[in-house]
Every structure is written in C-alpha cells, then in structure tokens.
Nanobody, 119 residues
Framework: EVQLVESGGGLVQPGGSLRLSCKISGAAADERAIGWFRQAPGEDRLGVACPDIRAGTTWYPDHAKGRFTNSSDNAKNAVYLQMSSLKPEDKAVYYC????????????WGQGTQVTVAS
C-alpha cells in the first residue's frame, strides 16, 4: 500500500517562503509519479506541480511559475515543494498524490497540510 505524509505547512507572511515535504512509503521512485495539488475552501482541488511525463519536466500553472519548485530526494523517498513569494491567495490545503507508473490516475493521496499566508 502506498502511503504519503505531507508536512511543512503553516502560517507565513506575504512574500515569505515555505517548503512542503511529502514522504512516500510503499513505492520506490521508479514505481510512481508524485504531483502536488491544493484546495482552497469552496474550490476544486487543482494541480500546482505535476510531472509532464512526455517532456520529462514538471508542469506548473501560470500562477506558480517562478515561485514554486518541485524537487525530490530518491534516497529518502521524499518529494518537496519549495514555495516562495507567497501570496494570500496561496492559502489552501496542499496535498501530494501518487500515481503508479503507467496508470494515469492519482490513486494515493496524503492527508494534506494547511498553508496560510497572512500578515
């Protein structure tokens, strides 16, 4: 069973930075892909950093480009989302999700970590 545990959320002032962590168990790096998503109150859960398998890169929505960076540490089986220049509208619960290689479904989700951006 694949399990994901996020951490690193919290309260940060506008313009500040946070690094979210996603610790994965039950699947090695070559067995899964990891994406980051967020969900604000009353809104849909949307991707903020997802693998572009064909390009071999990470896709970011326009609002995250230049501010969010996805990275990984395969030795620790962990993925990170570095967020900088945070804005109040970035407030949301952030989730990491895993898909088995070859399966186009985000089958596994973490519990989420709250990010709040406020003065």
């Amino acid at each position: 069973e694949v399990q994901l545990v996020e951490s690193g959320g919290g309260l940060v002032q506008p313009g500040g930075s946070l690094r979210l962590s996603c610790k994965i168990s039950g699947a090695a790096a070559d067995e899964r892909a990891i994406g980051w998503f967020r969900q604000a109150p009353g809104e849909d859960r949307l991707g903020v950093a997802c693998p572009d398998i064909r390009a071999g890169t990470t896709w970011y929505p326009d609002h995250a480009k230049g501010r969010f960076t996805n990275s990984s540490d395969n030795a620790k089986n962990a993925v990170y989302l570095q967020m900088s220049s945070l804005k109040p509208e970035d407030k949301a619960v952030y989730y990491c999700a895993a898909a088995r290689v070859g399966v186009a479904v985000w089958s596994y989700w973490g519990q989420g970590t709250q990010v709040t951006v406020a003065s």
